[in-house]
């Protein structure tokens, strides 16, 4: 398939998709809300419980005296994290439990094409979510505050959107092997919390635990979001090391991930097929 083809192909499926999240309109809206929910619950909790040290406390261990944009860049990301997951590997099984998953592949485009499809869906919603967020965070600190960092910080988590998503396609290949997605996305999602550090500095985990979550291209994209617009230290000291970084994963994870999704074709193929899920 020729490269236009591909990307008429990828257009078409995200257009359905934004088609049917339109006849739904609630669930949007509660997708828009739950980072400001999420971030609510430990600023409540800190402002009820926290004693007179507290504000000296949190910026020696983030780096920032800003706890409202550091918690809601947390549960933001972590949102975004978690439908990536989500939205990739409930199409997959939501086909295959309808039985129309084989139908669906046996089109000309090829299948790793539509669920690129599903990825463009889910990250023009990820930019929806993200600017409401920021919006809101304008409107709470001073519009002035960020600036066109806000901007930058659009442009960081698109690009770390890319790793993410990757990781959705390598979910989706784990999904046709399980035929499970709920309670393992609930599972992925309480660890990719952890790893990421959405309401805490990633340094305070144990040093395995580091070592693991600075593997995960979520904490870069996350850490990289804080510091564009709270000031915080970069990773690796400069924005261009982290960028570098950055820019790595979104090579390295995607190529991982089709051949992840490619061997579980051929092992489902060999199989059988699909239909037989």
């Known amino acids: 398939m020729s490269a236009p083809s591909a990307a008429r192909a990828v257009l078409a499926v995200a257009s359905n998709h934004l088609r049917m999240m339109s006849r739904t309109p609630f669930y949007l809206l509660m997708d828009l809300a739950l980072p400001l929910l999420i971030a609510a619950v430990p ?64 089109t000309p485009n090829q299948r790793v094409t539509i669920v690129l499809g599903v990825c463009v869906y ?12 920021l919006s809101v965070a304008c409107l709470v600190l001073g519009a002035r505050s960020f600036d066109l960092r806000v901007v930058a910080a659009i442009g960081w988590m698109v690009l770390g959107a890319i790793p993410t998503y990757a990781m959705a396609v390598a979910y989706a290949a784990l999904v046709l092997q ?18 990421m550090g959405v309401f805490f500095p990633v340094e305070i985990l144990p040093k395995p635990l580091q070592v693991l979550a600075w593997c995960f ?26 960028l570098s970084v950055m820019l790595a994963l979104a090579v390295i994870f995607p190529v991982l991930a089709l051949l992840l999704f490619r061997r579980a074709e051929e092992k489902l193929l060999a199989a059988g097929g699909f239909g037989g899920l």
């Open 178 to 195: 399980l035929r499970e997605v709920s309670a393992l996305t609930q599972l992925l999602q309480g660890a990719t919390g952890l790893l």
């Open 122 to 133: 889910g990250l023009l919603k990820d930019l929806a979510i993200l600017v409401v967020s």
């Open 217 to 242: 291209p979520p904490t870069w994209s996350i850490h990289g979001m804080r510091s564009l617009l709270l000031g915080m230290s970069w990773r690796l000291g400069a924005l261009e090391r982290d």
């Open 43 to 106: 600023m409540l909790l800190g402002r009820s419980f926290a004693g007179p040290g507290a504000s000296s406390a949190f910026s020696a261990n983030t780096g920032t005296n800003n706890p409202f944009l550091f918690m809601l860049l947390g549960s933001t990301q972590f949102v975004l994290v978690g439908g990536a997951l989500f939205n990739v590997g409930s199409w997959v099984r939501r086909e295959l439990q309808a039985g129309t998953l084989e139908s669906v592949f046996a």
